[in-house]
């Protein structure tokens, strides 16, 4: 699944209500961390399908770190002004069965600030849809915000791995997370021997393309381009990332500023993700 594949049709609302995010960090014990605030859903906007879709993809970009296989993922909820029509039974019941087919562990999930409706209703009906065991690895926190960030450190993750969301110190930035995950997704199609590139921390200097959401769906839709030759064997690096090969028939090929900006991380692991785009060519205003 790749975001200018089967995720084309979910940038956009991924990107504008961030209802699911993937952390750039690990908790103590090296488990991968995702965000949820479903309050932000808004069906009249989207599906409920690609709500899910959203959540599978998120969870897919564990599955190449074999590390994190090992230790699992823990999830961590805002349930704060959570509506009735921001519930669907059939994107619990579809995280449920994924939960159990995919290949790493769900080791957690703790659900912060539950309002009355989070309490009284949802609560209840996850009961009799959710399995035995991830009921028993739900953990439920409330009272202040001071006393769910001292619960949430019990399980390994401290405030400094918290979201500001929930008075942690954590700040998320979407549209970075979706720049990183573009130049590891074209890496792959095109590079063979590209190595797993890991995502970075965001940071004050994280580019931001003019700030609207359409221009970063519209910028990742640039790293695709028509269908050219696949890349011999005997190819180097920098042809097959510029679709400049021999061969005929099908392949993939990314925008030449694209290739060159992944040439240029591959030759520096420590380039920043803004400096690696700005030699590829790509201008941010």
Known sequence: MTLTGAMKDEVTPMLKYRVMQRMPVTDTAGRALFFFCPSRRNYAEYSPEQDFMALFYLFNTVIDDADLRRRGIVCISDARNLQRNQINRKVIRLTAISESVMPFRYRASHVCHPNRFSYYVLFPMMKYIISKDLRLRTKVHYGSEANVLAELETYCIPRDRVPSELGGSLVLDMKHWMLERMIVEGARANISSCPSTSMM?????????????????????????????PAPATESKKQRASGRGKGGGRGLAMDPRMAKAVEARLADASLSLYDALVIGGFVFK
């Open 201 to 229: 921390t965001p940071s004050a200097d994280a580019p931001y393309v003019n700030g609207l959401q359409s221009e970063v769906a519209s910028t990742i839709t640039k790293a695709s381009a028509a269908a050219v030759a």
